[in-house]
């Protein structure tokens, strides 16, 4: 079936000078072309025609029409298509090798000269540009450098659109374009407070608690703006983690503290997916002094007075046995049976059972 598309591709290319096709023409044909529905189906259907206009695109042959509405099939496609090249004539002169050949690897359009449109020229032409005066330009973010180049801030971030990189072997470091972290809410203790005044051990270097959740950051943010301690200790900055969104965003921290000495402690829900993220925050920032934070983990076993159903997260196995090898299971015993039980019984304790009035309670002020 691929290589009929191929050919209806082609034909209508060079022949009807088309830059466009239907999908519902594409299928008339295939039927034509295969003898009917039965054959047809025989060959693949529709889910062999998805595959080979996924495995055209990734070619870099054809693409979508943006505009055009969903089939409403499964999978689902794009009901109009553009043909991108003419996969057997070169597009492009020796001349465009030879003169651009000194900052650039060219050797992959020599290779496929179906790839030699105007299209992609354009785009290689604004990087070779750019190369050309890299060590006079300043550093960038992705989106700034994609605007300036491709006229289109959001390009670079599309993984498809990075392809043309890759074949001319240039990296997002040699466009000097950085990805950036994004912000995450956080309060950070100021010179002067309350608990500053103390000049408590505590606070040397930089103490950082993350807290996945929203109305447990503002508790404790609450409860150190009053000069209290959180179970008998300080912390210099409080992180509003926001669930998951604090795996991409921890890189930010680098930007709002120059401190050489941070250790960071997290609270998570006790849940599979509080485990998941405390998991992939250890192996993403492998640099960062990170742990969990067992006093406030304990203090959420003893504050439930009952647990909650957990039926809507997936459960990974790793992300238990992860946490459960950074506790010391000497020192909490108690609490490590009690986090086996919850896992297997599919229940859960949030973060938010640690109140306002809570650490109130248990703060020595």
């Given at each position: 079936?691929?290589?009929?598309?191929?050919?209806?591709?082609?034909?209508?290319?060079?022949?009807?000078?088309?830059?466009?096709?239907?999908?519902?023409?594409?299928?008339?044909?295939?039927?034509?072309?295969?003898?009917?529905?039965?054959?047809?189906?025989?060959?693949?259907?529709?889910?062999?025609?998805?595959?080979?206009?996924?495995?055209?695109?990734?070619?870099?042959?054809?693409?979508?029409?943006?505009?055009?509405?969903?089939?409403?099939?499964?999978?689902?496609?794009?009901?109009?298509?553009?043909?991108?090249?003419?996969?057997?004539?070169?597009?492009?002169?020796?001349?465009?090798?030879?003169?651009?050949?000194?900052?650039?690897?060219?050797?992959?359009?020599?290779?496929?000269?179906?790839?030699?449109?105007?299209?992609?020229?354009?785009?290689?032409?604004?990087?070779?540009n750019f190369l050309r005066e890299r060590e006079q330009r300043e550093w960038a973010s992705l989106e700034e450098r994609s605007l300036e180049l491709f006229a289109d801030e959001k390009y670079l971030s599309n993984s498809r659109n990075k392809a043309v990189l890759s074949r001319i072997k240039v990296s997002l470091a040699?466009?000097?374009?950085?990805?950036?972290?994004?912000?995450?809410?956080?309060?950070?203790?100021?010179?002067?407070?309350?608990?500053?005044?103390?000049?408590?051990?505590?606070?040397?270097?930089?103490?950082?608690?993350?807290?996945?959740?929203?109305?447990?950051?503002?508790?404790?943010?609450?409860?150190?703006?009053?000069?209290?301690?959180?179970?008998?200790?300080?912390?210099?900055?409080?992180?509003?983690?926001?669930?998951?969104?604090?795996?991409?965003?921890?890189?930010?921290?680098?930007?709002?503290?120059?401190?050489?000495?941070?250790?960071?402690?997290?609270?998570?829900?006790?849940?599979p997916e509080g485990f998941m993220i405390y998991r992939l925050l250890k192996e993403r920032y492998p640099g960062v002094e990170l742990e969990l934070c067992l006093p406030l983990y304990r203090e959420l076993l003893q504050a439930a007075e009952t647990s909650y159903p957990c039926s809507n997260q997936r459960r990974n196995?790793?992300?238990?046995?992860?946490?459960?090898?950074?506790?010391?299971?000497?020192?909490?015993?108690?609490?490590?049976?009690?986090?086996?039980?919850?896992?297997?019984?599919?229940?859960?304790?949030?973060?938010?059972?640690?109140?306002?009035?809570?650490?109130?309670?248990?703060?020595?002020?």
């Amino acid at each position: 079936m691929l290589s009929i598309i191929k050919q209806y591709i082609k034909d209508r290319y060079k022949i009807n000078r088309r830059k466009t096709f239907e999908l519902g023409e594409l299928e008339t044909y295939l039927l034509q072309k295969l003898g009917g529905e039965t054959a047809y189906s025989s060959a693949g259907g529709y889910h062999k025609l998805s595959r080979s206009l996924k495995n055209l695109a990734d070619e870099g042959l054809i693409g979508t029409v943006k505009n055009s509405p969903l089939n409403g099939k499964k999978p689902p496609l794009k009901t109009r298509w553009r043909i991108l090249i003419d996969n057997n004539e070169a597009g492009w002169d020796s001349k465009r090798f030879f003169r651009y050949s000194d900052l650039l690897d060219l050797s992959f359009y020599e290779r496929n000269p179906g790839y030699q449109t105007e299209e992609e020229w354009q785009k290689i032409e604004s990087v070779y540009n750019f190369l050309r005066e890299r060590e006079q330009r300043e550093w960038a973010s992705l989106e700034e450098r994609s605007l300036e180049l491709f006229a289109d801030e959001k390009y670079l971030s599309n993984s498809r659109n990075k392809a043309v990189l890759s074949r001319i072997k240039v990296s997002l470091a040699d466009l000097k374009a950085r990805k950036y972290g994004e912000m995450f809410i956080y309060w950070q203790m100021l010179k002067g407070s309350k608990v500053s005044a103390k000049k408590q051990p505590d606070l040397k270097g930089q103490q950082v608690l993350i807290l996945e959740n929203h109305s447990t950051f503002f508790s404790c943010k609450r409860v150190l703006q009053e000069g209290r301690d959180i179970l008998g200790k300080y912390y210099n900055m409080l992180i509003y983690g926001e669930g998951k969104k604090i795996i991409k965003s921890l890189s930010f921290l680098e930007e709002i503290s120059t401190a050489e000495d941070i250790r960071l402690f997290y609270l998570g829900d006790i849940d599979p997916e509080g485990f998941m993220i405390y998991r992939l925050l250890k192996e993403r920032y492998p640099g960062v002094e990170l742990e969990l934070c067992l006093p406030l983990y304990r203090e959420l076993l003893q504050a439930a007075e009952t647990s909650y159903p957990c039926s809507n997260q997936r459960r990974n196995e790793k992300d238990l046995k992860y946490i459960l090898n950074e506790i010391d299971a000497g020192k909490f015993s108690e609490e490590v049976r009690q986090l086996k039980e919850l896992w297997y019984n599919s229940k859960r304790l949030p973060q938010e059972l640690i109140t306002y009035e809570y650490l109130l309670k248990r703060s020595n002020l």
